[in-house]
């Protein structure tokens, strides 16, 4: 049971770069969310999946785009990396359904950089 | 739009004493959880401690209590016999009772653990 997990770690990108970060969670749970981490400043919701084959925009989602591809994955695409997309990315995955229903249970985080 | 406002930057505490976080919050929702997590330097994002609105009573987990005061929309975090393991960034956290379960954080308070 490894709960949620993120790929990659660690990622530096060239303006205008794109990538995927690709997140899983093996806890059968509905609903996933991607937040953004930058210095100084606590999570910001980017996008989220309240059930598979739903995604609705979190407070900062210009610049991304996110697919729920099954339960289990929900990932999260910069077509266009620009500098202030510099930041520490999180994944996590929750299910209302459940006795941790209150909890988020998060990923380990990808800290990707753009030049 | 709920905001979560933590005023203190960093603390430091020695080790062994008592230390209190602050958090304060805006929303216009009588129902709704409020959260404090825990981030240590290895970036993992750990669950302390939840307390339903409607829960007069204060939340406790052994060492950790909060003061929950709904009117002030106050909610504070106390650590007592503080440990070195305690150093971390504390994340105060909002979301509302139903729907989705979009997290709404606080900027953060770094804790310092003295020897």
């Known amino acids: 049971n490894a709960g949620v997990t993120q790929t990659p770690k660690f990622q530096v990108l060239k303006t205008g770069q794109s990538m995927t970060l690709q997140c899983a969670q093996d806890m059968n749970h509905n609903s996933m969310y991607w937040y953004r981490q930058d210095p100084g400043m606590g999570l910001r919701l980017i996008y989220y999946?309240?059930?598979?084959?739903?995604?609705d925009k979190g407070e900062v989602p210009n610049g991304y785009n996110v697919s729920r591809l099954n339960k289990r994955e929900f990932s999260l695409r910069l077509e266009s990396a620009a500098p202030s997309q510099t930041s520490v990315y999180f994944c996590a995955s929750s299910d209302e359904r459940t006795v941790t229903h209150n909890e988020q249970f998060f990923g380990p985080g990808t800290r990707l950089t753009v030049l | 739009a709920q905001t979560v406002t933590q005023s203190q930057p960093e603390m430091s505490v020695q080790e062994a004493e008592t230390v209190t976080l602050s958090c304060t919050y805006d929303t216009s929702e009588s129902d709704y959880y409020l959260f404090w997590y825990k981030q240590p330097p290895s970036r993992q994002m750990i669950l302390v401690i939840r307390?339903?609105?409607?829960?007069?009573q204060n939340a406790t987990e052994n060492r950790f209590s909060v003061n929950f005061q709904k009117a002030a929309k106050s909610f504070s975090l106390k650590i007592s016999d503080s440990q070195l393991g305690d150093a971390a960034m504390y994340f105060c956290?909002?979301?509302?009772?139903?729907?989705?379960?979009?997290?709404?954080f606080g900027q953060g308070t770094r804790l310092t653990i003295n020897p």
């Open positions: 999946s309240a059930s598979e084959g739903t995604t």
């Open positions: 307390q339903e609105a409607y829960k007069q």
């Open positions: 956290a909002y979301r509302i009772y139903q729907g989705a379960q979009k997290l709404v």
